[in-house]
């Protein structure tokens, strides 16, 4: 099946600072979104991406199909924006999940 | 705009129990996917449906999960004589109509076992 591998698995950055999240996947896929999973555990949709470029704010996410990967940005970051966040592709009609990067924002 | 909504919330049970979780998806929406996600991984597939009709089923939902949509409306997952390695957050997704759609997810049910 398919294999999607984020990087990196943890990330520790102080409020302000900018980061760059990364999906590697293993096969063609029909579908890719970004989620943030906050410490209540509530899955957030951040983007419906499988191709091209899309910007929400202080956050942007590109993805690669032909190369495939996926690439979430995010600027200026704030202690909300801490949690877990996931690239999860289509594959038939389910989504794959990856292990997740875990950020963590500090004052 | 009403989102996907589970119910209930938790679940504490003793192991052998049987458990039974609600799912009601976004109102147009006919697709539907029940998920689990255990202590520090990302979610898993377990099933979805098209409508009423249940079209696939992953390996995961062993003889003891069943998983319904009367009405293709809203949806239940049941336990069976439940296991500690049960103990997990179980989600629910939905998603419009034609290929391609993104998926929405619900809060999810937490379920713990004693």
């Known amino acids: 099946g398919i294999q999607v591998e984020q990087s990196p698995p943890d990330l520790i950055l102080q409020e302000g600072a900018n980061s760059t999240l990364r999906c590697n996947f293993s096969d063609s896929v029909n579908n890719l979104q970004w989620f943030h999973q906050n410490p209540w555990g509530q899955l957030i949709n951040l983007f419906y991406i499988p191709s091209g470029t899309k910007q929400n704010g202080r956050l942007s996410a590109t993805t690669v199909a032909t190369e495939r990967y996926s690439l979430l940005y995010i600027s200026s970051s704030q202690t909300t924006d801490s949690g877990v966040y996931f690239c999860?592709?289509?594959?038939?009609?389910?989504?794959?999940f990856g292990t997740g990067t875990r950020l963590q924002v500090f004052p | 705009d009403t989102g996907v909504s589970q119910n209930p919330r938790h679940k504490i049970t003793k192991r052998g129990q049987n458990v039974t979780f609600r799912c009601d998806p976004i109102s147009e929406h006919n697709r539907l996917y029940w998920y689990r996600q255990t202590l520090g991984q990302g979610p898993e597939f377990l099933t979805y449906?098209?409508?009423?009709?249940?079209?696939?089923k992953s390996r995961l939902l062993s003889d003891r999960f069943s998983a319904e949509r009367p009405k293709g409306s809203f949806s239940t997952l049941e336990i069976q004589r439940t296991e500690q390695g049960d103990s997990a957050m179980y989600l629910c997704?939905?998603?419009?109509?034609?290929?391609?759609?993104?998926?929405?997810f619900g809060d999810g049910t937490r379920l713990s076992i004693l």
């Open positions: 449906f098209q409508n009423e009709a249940q079209l696939e």
């Open positions: 999860a592709v289509g594959h038939t009609d389910k989504l794959i």
């Open positions: 997704a939905s998603s419009g109509q034609g290929a391609n759609q993104p998926q929405h």
